[in-house]
């Protein structure tokens, strides 16, 4: 069935240090595909998202480019800050199941030092 | 825009007990999924709700069940509780038809089993 892997966690940074999370998935066709994030006591919140192969989400300095070649949405950002220290989810569409529901890695948490 | 809502923040119950959860949709939204998130782990589908309908399941059983009402709010219910239960329930909603894949979190209902 479809899938997302993320690697594991924790990430730990300096602030201003450059943060890659990596996320590669399983999937018939090509689904849409999300980042989400999750701050500590909190829900989760839509970071960005791509509907199709090569497309670019971005949000906050936050970046995420569609892979079908490598089969990957690694989320990106140039330069951290304290503040996203969090939880980040990787997550895509179960198309081949119940309909519309997501399908998410178990989380990548990030801890960023000042 | 009102967000996604959830009600209440926190709850303890003990084994055996039934419990309710309720969820106010994103303003517009007419769909709405329902998640368990255990500590660590990613949010698990446990089923969705559109038309007032059970729209989906995931591999939750019976004693999961809900409500949708013609505001588009929801309600999980969960019968005799076990501590495996124990977990943050996320309420997520969305639009209809193409886009229910793109769906927003409310904050979530802490439940802890004794």
């Known amino acids: 069935g479809d899938s997302v892997t993320q690697m594991e966690g924790p990430v730990t940074l300096s602030e201003e240090a450059f943060l890659t999370i990596n996320c590669t998935y399983t999937a018939t066709g090509y689904p849409s595909l999300f980042w989400y994030v999750q701050y500590p006591g909190e829900g989760l919140q839509l970071l960005l998202k791509a509907t199709k192969a090569d497309d670019k989400g971005s949000n906050k300095g936050f970046e995420a480019t569609y892979r079908k070649e490598t089969t990957s949405f690694h989320l990106e950002k140039g330069s951290v800050q304290v503040s996203d220290s969090a939880v980040y989810f990787c997550?895509?569409?179960?198309?081949?199941?119940?309909?519309?529901?997501?399908?998410f890695g178990k989380g990548t948490k990030l801890s960023v030092k000042p | 825009e009102t967000g996604v809502t959830q009600s209440p923040t926190h709850l303890i119950k003990t084994r055996g007990q039934q419990v309710t959860l309720r969820c106010s949709s994103q303003s517009g939204h007419n769909t709405v999924s329902w998640y368990q998130q255990a500590l660590g782990q990613g949010p698990q589908f446990i089923f969705q709700y559109y038309r007032e309908e059970e729209n989906g399941r995931g591999n939750f059983p019976p004693r999961f069940s809900g409500l949708q009402f013609p505001n588009y709010s929801s309600e999980l219910n969960v019968n005799a509780l076990e501590l495996d239960d124990s977990a943050l329930y996320l309420c997520?909603?969305?639009?209809?038809?193409?886009?229910?894949?793109?769906?927003?979190f409310g904050p979530g209902t802490r439940l802890l089993v004794l």
């Open positions: 997520a909603s969305s639009l209809s038809g193409a886009q229910q894949e793109t769906q927003y």
């Open positions: 997550a895509l569409p179960n198309y081949g199941g119940s309909q519309g529901n997501l399908i």
